[in-house]
């Protein structure tokens, strides 16, 4: 018999208490949900897990909230339905677009929403098989004790490669945490921190259980650097969005691929009716190439990455006005 | 550890022991011996290993077969009825959507997966469904082909 | 339900005769031979990229519970490798390993967990040496040395001139030189590699399955590494998931995976991962080409100088064939008298590169299509005129003595041109968009084998029997370009019987006659014509029956549709199993067979080398890609391809669309987006999201046409269908983004972070020459 992946103990709850439960009771546990991002990891090794807490049985774990203009999304929603609902891709359509660019059809049957937001941050020296790294003496993200991308640095600088994550920073979603200690309510940009190593604001345990969407109040869209039109993470990706407030236009923008976090950036110049638009997208490419940036974590050079997800952004925010 | 796991495979239930780290394209190929499903990738990558879990495509190497308790699970040795093929198997034959072979099952697998969702769909929607299906023989232009000759055919039948 | 049925099959486009198995996953692929009773093999690679072997310790792993047998460079002191002279590489690494991922030690074990444990338990010593990983590094004057026998790691040098090359450039109106740079690329085929061993130590016997395109070749390694006598060794070829000449040599695992079965004394099944496949290797190496050509104003060659460097990893490999190859093929496409070519093939510490579609010729052709297209430009010509202006007149010799009995090339462009309307969009598109073309040919199999016995090149026997059937027996690997469909389609042709009363029986040592195997286009053309004198052969044997029951002269004689009739009097018609009964009457179950030899005249120039690139007849192509592409990102989409080829004649017409599609898409992947990359030595590319081979979503339209000259020597007039346009994409690539963008990219692939790089550059030197 093959043995692709290490042994492990499969617990399957049926509802978020008992998932809690079940980390309290194992500590070594590690979250499942689509398990598109993570069993590929584990084919590769890149960490051990004793139990393995599948979250695809919970109840009512996908479902879908309408609250007046404010939609509730259960973690669980794999990709694939996110892109079926309709409100979504009218009120939402940066979300929609950037599911729409993850991975395959098949990877976003399986899945989901929170496991997009929850990904695992990803690096030329970190995601490859055992015996590579092995043979490269490992790396700072595990076993290891330097960064390979950053040999002087003392911090990880794998990159968070998640679509959806832009997608939802500007529609300023929030999380719904929950853990044995409760549950807590976050901006998406506040889960996530600036380390490749650990680059989410989750305690041990604590699980996504939902994302809370305001009414839409911008128009957005999303775009994403890659060289396929499928499968591919993106070498970075761009979420933006376009409100209009006392009669000009003013601009969100997120990142992902770029950075060992999502980036958002606010962008408080207005777009008026007599601003000179060439100028002021002129300065927000500036502003993009500032904000934003990419390390050797790809074979892609971080100077293209940083150009062209600048040159994508200007695009995707001409477009909205 | 190990638990019995039921499952539907091509139309048959069946009921197995399965530990709890077994892929599920293991568990075919090994266990039940259905060697149509393909590893092509160490993961994820290629395609090669689609199925249909309750009627929607899957890549089989990245997912726990027993997770899949309950489920309906069709695979390329499940298509076609008493021997014959089925409309996108003739359609892949006849129109040389597939050259090795290799990639075959996995892409007879996805377009199934889209012609149930999607009985005509355009050479657009075509490509987003299988984009994650890699043929290294091809070039994709014959496979695109068999697809809309399959929905053609299925369209006429009808 | 009775199937319409027709007999004179050539010509017509025929599904594939193993296509039902491929589409319904009955199809069994090396991987797919699962049996309880096979241990797991599994390969310790080098963690280093170049070291002395001090000591490999496997005591731990063998004392291991469930192991079976634990192999180590120790255990095979035969070196191999597929050119007799340059056989430099062990199945494992003996004394010095010299790439990160070669083999050092092999376990065979009860299960995969066991062979893994056992693996860990390995103990390596190993003393560091430095390591070259380009072919500058290793060609530096202080570099250190990778074969004793190998000064300055030239593994091949080749220096080639034909007519005067300097009285030539003296005679140009314009002469321009480049240097191109073009990646290393991979196969890539998308099963990855297994091998099945199983060996009786009873008998002595070994039985040997695998994927491989040569299992001729891998019968007489085996043989030799592991010293047995070829009699004792069966190989056999299942389903092949493509080859693309990832497997026209025999593979280190191959060798370890019969080593292990006989330590162990049973069966061994070993699977390589999709990381282990990639450092397997053999594609197509890192080249650079400095290229000159001299032309007149009207667009005629003069003269042209190529230098071409390939960084060939570390063993030899097929090595000194391909730089062969990059000069030959610089003859053969147009009529151009005087030629200097110097190649050198360089060793690296890394994977060896092998033989890949379009062996020898891509890198090479994309430079001299893109120098001609600049040339034409400065000359103000058109593209089209440049070529029509260099075209060969056949039949012919060229300088290098490559026989050219067919010329489609000026066919090949008039299609292209007008399909894609040419004169009417070429320069007049949107800014963003252009047209490139360009052309392209390849070998219908070498003239001469690596391995020249003196025997015929191909073989192919069938057999009629009691019931009416035909056996067609090849040892002919189908690898997925369907070469059991052309012998099928062959013997039911000329013997004018149905398809379906015949069976190919193909790959097995033990069955079928001794075939070289699938690489350098060699099947339809070797295989097919041998399969067409077997056919004749018997149905010379069907007509003297059919004359003798119908007392009838043999010339008289007409087989038809499975009749046999007296011309000119259709009432006495026998049908065909009447005849095969009479037939076998006489003599008894009936085999024939026919042969193929390439004639003397097409083996290649007396000069060294000179064997390769001889053929008995090229395939010629002409390509125009359309692109678009975006200068904001420097992405480009290809949004129409237009190819022609000249095949000769196309037996199956469905096949040939189908190789020229998946050539020209294979060629757009190595000049879009694969390549493989290294960091210190390892490969960072070797899985399939970082090794880029397109999906369906950026994959164009192919628009195939194909023209036939029937070539004389060709079975039906048939030549090579399934390498000769891959080259042509890169270039006419390359030429579209020019027309797209003024662009002038010298470097493959295409990516977006290049080509934004080169117009970042390009816009600076702009600014510079408008200031000064
Ligand atoms: C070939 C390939 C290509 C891909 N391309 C893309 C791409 O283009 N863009 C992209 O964004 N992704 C891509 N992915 C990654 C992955 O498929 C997606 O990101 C997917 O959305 C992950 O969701 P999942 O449910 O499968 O996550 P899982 O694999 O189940 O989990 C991912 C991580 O999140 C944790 N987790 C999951 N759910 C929760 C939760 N509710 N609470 C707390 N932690 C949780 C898990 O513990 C794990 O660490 C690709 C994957 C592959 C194999
Ligand atoms: S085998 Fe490649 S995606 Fe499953
Ligand atoms: S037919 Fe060979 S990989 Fe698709």
New interface residues.
Partial sequence: MSANLPEFNLVKPSSIAEALAAFRDQPHAKFCAGGTDLIPNMRHGLFEVETLIDLGQIVGFDAVTINGADIELGAGISLSKLVGRADIRERFPAIVKACEKVAGLSHREAATLGGNLCLETRCLYYNQSEWWRKSNDYCLKYQGDICHVAPRGNRCRAAFCGDLAPAFMVHRAEVELVSLNGARRLPLADLYVEDGAAHLALQPGEILASVHLPAARARSTYGKICQRGAIDFPQAGVAVSCRKEAGVLQFELAFTGTNSKPILLEYREPLGPKTDADSYFEALEKQVQKSVSPQRTTTTAPHYRRLAVAALAVRLARGLV | ?K?IVSLNINGKPVEDAI?????LI?YL??TR????????????????C?VL?NG????A????A??CDGAKIE???G??EGGR?SAL??A?????G????????GM?M?SE??LRQNPDPDDAE???????????????????KSVRAAAQQSAGAA | MTKPRHFHVAGTPVPLVDGLEKVTGRARYTADLTTDDALVGRILRAPRGHARIIRIDTSRAKALEGVRAVVTGADCAQSYGVIPIAMNEYPMARDVLRYRGEPLAAVAAIDAKTAQAALDLIELTLEDLPAVYTAKEARAPDAVQLHPDKQGNLEREVHHSFGDPEAGMAKADLVRDEVFSCAEVNHAQMEPHAALADYDPERGHLTFHSVSQVPFYVHLTLARCLGMEAAQIRVVQPFIGGGFGARTETLNFEIITALLARAAGGKVMMHLTREESFLTHRGRPQTDVALKIGMTDKGKITAVKCEVVMAGGAYAGYGLVTILYAGALLHGIYDIENVKYDGYRVYTNLPPCGAMRGHGTVDVRHAFECLLDRMAHELGLDPFAVRRANLLRAPTFTPNDLMVNSYGLGACLDKVETASNWYNRKGKLPPGRGLGMACSHYVSGAAKPVHWTGEPHAVVSMKLDFDASITVLTGAADIGQGSSTIVAVAAADILSVDMSRIRVIAGDSALTPKDNGSYSSRVTFMVGNAAIEAARALRQKLVLAAAKKLESLPEDIVCEGETFSVKGSAQSMLSFQEVALAALAEEGTITVKGTFTTPIKAQGGKHRGGAVGSTMGFSYGAQVVEVTVDIATGLIRIDKVWAALDCGFAINPLAVEGQIEGSVWMGMGQALSEETRFVNGLAVHANLLDYRVPTMVESPDIEVHIVETIDPLGPFGAKEAGEGALSGFPPALVNAVADAIGLEANFLPMTPDRVLEALIKQRRAAKRKVAS
């Fill in positions: 550890m638990r530990a709890d780290n077994l892929l293991e190929r090994e011996r259905l060697t149509g499903t393909k590893q092509g990738c160490d993961g994820g990558e290629c395609g090669a689609t879990i929607r495509p899957r890549l190497c990245i997912t726990l027993s997770t695979t390329i040795e298509q076609g093929l198997q003739r892949f034959h006849e129109n040389l597939t050259q090795c072979g290799f990639c075959t099952p007879i996805a997966g889209l075509i490509k987003a469904a299988l984009g994650g299906n890699i043929c290294r023989c091809t070039g994709y232009v014959k496979i695109i």
